[in-house]
């Protein structure tokens, strides 16, 4: 696609239910970024896959979240018994390569736990 | 007018004017920067970058100076408009080294008065 695409744009979860995050970087991108943005902060780093290995998971809050790209392109990331502190927007970016290019972020998940 | 950045979160300017938005960094090992614009319900998108062995990059209306020695980076938007009415992020990433995450400051809103 002409761009990084998330879905679903929007999800409203029960505290406790499981989610599913997806993310469909630009085709041929070999670096994926998942970011957490909380309301009025920048975003923060969550974890980084090159190509289907993921490199880093060094933000990941805890061992709820979990995060793959089976296939060196689509990624998930799931959160597992929400809790309503994982309330915020998910973002996803990608790069064309690695260590230091630019990186082209979707519009994002905005996850809201009741 | 003129903004600290991290320590003065939004900046209000008249339409035509130019605007300075400020950031400091933290990490001298740090060796490249990106701005980010981001509007309500969107990802952030990429305006420009400049890396550790340049001190300004121009872009299409858009200047980033870079001073190492105090570790702050600007953003010189010209003729602003009220279309660059947004929320403004400074990112780095930290060396070589590293895999490429971006670290990300705070953000300052920039609101443009017609």
């Known amino acids: 696609g002409a761009g990084v695409s998330q879905s679903p744009r929007y999800k409203v979860a029960k505290r406790g239910q499981d989610v599913a995050l997806r993310c469909d970087p630009i085709?041929?991108?070999?670096?994926l970024f998942w970011y957490q943005q909380a309301l009025g902060q920048g975003p923060e780093f969550l974890t980084y896959?090159?190509?289907?290995?993921?490199?880093?998971k060094s933000g990941l809050p805890s061992d709820r979240f979990f995060a793959e790209r089976p296939e060196g392109s689509v990624s998930t990331l799931k959160i597992q018994r929400t809790q309503q502190e994982d309330s915020a927007v998910y973002l996803c970016?990608?790069?064309?390569?690695?260590?230091?290019?630019?990186?082209?972020f979707g519009p994002g998940t905005r996850l809201l736990v009741l | 007018g003129e903004s600290v950045g991290l320590h003065l979160p939004t900046l209000s300017v008249q339409e035509g004017d130019n605007s300075i938005i400020n950031c400091a960094y933290s990490?001298?090992?740090?060796?490249?920067f990106i701005w980010y614009k981001q509007e309500s319900g969107k990802g952030p998108q990429f305006i420009i970058d400049?890396?550790?062995?340049?001190d300004k990059r121009q872009g299409q209306r858009v200047t980033v100076l870079l001073n190492k020695t105090v570790k702050h980076l600007s953003l010189q938007i010209a003729a602003t408009q009220p279309g660059d009415s947004a929320v403004y992020f400074c990112?780095?990433?930290?060396?070589?080294?590293?895999?490429?995450?971006?670290?990300f400051g705070k953000g300052t809103k920039l609101s443009v008065k017609p």
């Open positions: 970016a990608s790069s064309l390569g690695v260590y230091q290019e630019t990186q082209y």
């Open positions: 085709s041929g991108h070999v670096s």
């Open positions: 896959f090159q190509n289907e290995a993921q490199l880093d």
């Open positions: 990490n001298s090992a740090s060796d490249y």
């Open positions: 400049i890396r550790s062995n340049m």
């Open positions: 990112a780095e990433i930290r060396g070589r080294g590293s895999q490429g995450n971006l670290i």
